[in-house]
């Protein structure tokens, strides 16, 4: 069965820490997703990968960066982390090709707080 | 560029009734249409999928969802609601030159 997994669920960290939101996926999967859901705003598209070391910006990118070093690992970094930041991210992955055609598998999401 | 609209925050439905769930998308070709399903706590899961060919696909759990194209719609219907499908529901577009574009969502809840 395919699996995403989230290495938090729950996170706390204060204002102006460096913050790593780490996922796996184990199902070969080329592209990747990160998103951010708050609540009467649905999910928003931060950053997504489409092979190893690629990246593009999704509709939210603005303070936060992504590392994907291999084809399993999506890193989600909050260079600084501020307040409007706590937010519950989700990961995500799909099969290769295009990136708006193929479901995507989520992750449970990590719920992060920065106070 | 594409968008979707869930015109329905909140939708509460007593348990055996049945259940339609509003979803508009806006997008000029022919749309690739996802349901998803948001559990508390968990992620996302994908109840079911529209590509092409017959406009009334079949989902998990009992759902099904029409695509009308000259209504620009994709209403998630199931028959008969079980308190376990209360949950968050969202509808996406996509297609084959952008990333998907989620609606934002509509929350069921379940009446005994």
């Known amino acids: 069965d395919v699996k995403v997994t989230q290495s938090s669920r729950y996170l706390v960290k204060r204002t102006g820490e460096k913050v790593f939101l780490e996922c796996v996926q184990d199902?070969?999967?080329?592209?990747m997703f990160w998103y951010r859901q708050d609540p009467g705003l649905g999910l928003r598209l931060i950053y997504f990968s489409y092979d190893v070391k690629m990246k593009e910006k999704g509709d939210i990118p603005e303070g936060y960066s992504v590392s994907r070093e291999k084809k399993e690992r999506f890193s989600l970094i909050l260079e600084s982390a501020s307040t409007n930041q706590t937010s519950m991210y989700l990961c995500?992955?799909?099969?290769?090709?295009?990136?708006?055609?193929?479901?995507?598998?989520f992750g449970n999401g990590t719920r992060l707080t920065v106070t | 560029a594409q968008s979707v609209t869930q015109p329905d925050i909140h939708i509460t439905v007593s348990e055996g009734a049945s259940l339609e769930l509003r979803c508009n998308y806006s997008y000029g070709a022919t749309p690739y249409l996802f349901w998803y399903v948001q559990s508390p706590g968990q992620g996302l899961q994908l109840l079911l999928k529209?590509?092409?060919?017959?406009?009334l696909v079949q989902g998990i759990k009992g759902f099904e969802a029409e695509f009308k194209r000259s209504q620009s719609s994709f209403n998630l219907r199931k028959p008969s609601v079980h308190w376990s499908d209360a949950a968050e529901y969202f509808c996406?577009?996509?297609?084959?030159?952008?990333?998907?574009?989620f609606g934002k969502g509509t929350m069921l809840l379940v009446s005994p």
């Open positions: 996406a577009v996509g297609s084959g030159y952008s990333t998907l574009t």
């Open positions: 995500a992955s799909s099969l290769s090709g295009a990136t708006g055609n193929s479901p995507l598998h």
């Open positions: 529209y590509f092409s060919g017959d406009t």
């Open positions: 199902m070969d999967h080329e592209n």
